[in-house]
């Protein structure tokens, strides 16, 4: 319990300590008109109210990753608190943060073209296509896993098929209405049923924990997976969403272009990446305590079909069949309003990319139906698959995205190790990964661990000289 407790502190303080040592070296200007007031188009520029902001924001980027990811990485045991809470706090929030305000200061460009500004053309060109990569394989993932989950609420005729389609249309019209007409005004909706699945499960262990029914495990650094899989690098791939995900800078510029004062970007973009840490932390408790160890953990994750089998059992057994249910539905909502975000996410990269215009509906409807044909089509693919190299596409984009944050920092001759240090990291994660996954090159850990190691010192020193030659340059 202390160990949870002190992790859920360590997030806290993060956000109330931290994040202003951030927000101080970015440099917010309060005086300068943000996008949203001086590109106002009705569709996209749109100036929203904080709490509306921030609670897309947090609904953005709250999709299946920090519950299901979160479920997944509480089999290496209470380790994985330590790193949602260091990772949120020192490379999550400072992902997100600097991909949102740097969209801000750069009239509320996507990141692909933020990160050519900073890195240079060569990382541009490949940023559009990756990040559009990346957001259509988010859109496809968070289709089928709360499809498959409703499924399981209804009755047996409204199967997998038939909410795949629902959730389908939903997602087509929030790509397309301007986000005042239709995601402004649903995710209140989904914002409580979040809250209550947060509350409640978190309630439910913690006085589980005390009445004696359960023990919340404290912090070893013991791997405890019961298949035996290396804590490095997979765990800091397999938990991404509650302590870093790339996924994340691909939302931030659409709430760049809602924000109405710099000085919302620390609240916004740095503490709802807090909030998600929150509901990851306490997923990972209940994964790892519900079932008295990650043994039992391992056992219920196969015998009930996987996360959301899981999912189910804890919040029905928490909060009885109604409370299960609506905690269930906040789970669901989790996803799809990330799903809905990353279609949408995809069309304003693609339309910058092009630079086409999108006031105009048929402009809109040009870019949308195109991609949805390819997310349908990715539909009829194995979700284990799709979630599998989503999951080290996701690290790479937070490892570029971190580069390019400390790129601006060192032109500002700011404290850039706040950014480069993260990405330092991220780097010798992302590469080390593909190099010993299954979908990667299958190396053995002796040769993939010290290439990984390598490539990161190589960026490192890369990034040091492109920085210092930049510097006399300007």
């Not at 519950?67 to 992902?95: D, E, K, R, S, Y």
Request: glycine share 12%; with cysteine; proline share 4%.
């Amino acid at each position: 319990m202390i160990s949870f407790l002190l992790s859920i502190a360590i997030l806290l303080l993060g956000y109330f300590f931290y994040s202003k040592i951030v927000d101080r070296s970015f440099g917010i200007d309060e005086n300068l008109e943000t996008p949203a007031i001086r590109l106002e188009d009705g569709v996209d520029f749109v100036g929203l109210p904080f709490w509306k902001i921030f609670l897309i924001q947090f609904l953005n980027i709250a999709g299946l990753g920090p519950i299901f990811g979160a479920v997944m990485g509480a089999l290496w045991g209470p380790v994985a608190f330590l790193w949602i809470a260091l990772g949120t706090v020192f490379a999550g929030g400072v992902h997100d943060y600097f991909s949102g305000m740097l969209s801000v200061r750069h009239d509320g460009a996507s990141i692909p073209e933020v990160v050519g500004m900073y890195l240079g053309k060569g990382f541009k060109i490949f940023m559009r296509g990756f990040s559009v990569v990346v957001l259509v394989l988010v859109g496809v993932v968070f289709l089928t896993g709360p499809a498959g989950l409703l499924a399981g609420l209804t009755p047996n005729h409204l199967d997998l098929n038939f909410w795949i389609y629902v959730i389908f249309i939903y997602y087509i019209l929030a790509t397309l209405l301007p986000i005042d007409k239709l995601i402004a005004k649903i995710y209140p909706l989904f914002g409580v049923s979040l809250l209550i699945m947060a509350v409640g499960v978190g309630g439910g262990i913690f006085i589980g924990h005390l009445n004696g029914s359960f023990a919340i495990p404290e912090i070893t650094l013991a791997n405890l997976h019961p298949a035996g899989l290396p804590i490095w690098p997979i765990m800091f791939v397999t938990i991404a969403c509650g302590a870093i995900s790339g996924f994340h800078a691909t939302q931030s510029p659409m709430m760049a272009r809602c924000i109405t004062s710099e000085k919302q970007g620390r609240a916004v973009f740095y503490g709802a990446m807090v909030a998600e840490g929150i509901v990851a932390l306490i997923w990972a408790a209940a994964a790892m305590t519900f079932f008295g160890s990650t043994g039992g953990l391992g056992t219920a994750l196969a015998e009930s079909g996987g996360q959301g089998g899981v999912v189910s059992i804890i919040s029905t057994s928490l909060l009885g069949k109604v409370g299960g249910v609506l905690a269930i539905l906040g789970v669901i909502a989790c996803p799809i309003t990330s799903g809905d975000t990353a279609f949408r996410s995809a069309r304003l990269t693609i339309a910058d990319v092009i630079d086409y215009d999108q006031d105009k509906i048929k402009n809109r409807l040009v870019l949308t139906i195109p991609m949805f044909v390819v997310a349908f089509g990715l539909t009829r693919i194995n979700f284990d698959i799709i979630w599998r190299y989503f999951a080290w596409s996701n690290q790479t984009l937070a490892m570029i995205v971190l580069w390019t944050s400390a790129m601006y920092l060192a032109l500002r001759d700011q404290f850039h190790w706040i950014a480069t240090v993260p990405a330092t990291f991220m780097t010798a994660v992302s590469i080390t990964y593909i190099l010993v996954a299954e979908e990667g090159f299958q190396l053995a850990g002796s040769i993939a661990y010290p290439l990984g190691i390598a490539a990161a010192i190589g960026a490192l020193v890369w990034f040091l000289a492109a920085a210092n030659k930049k510097s006399q340059e300007s």
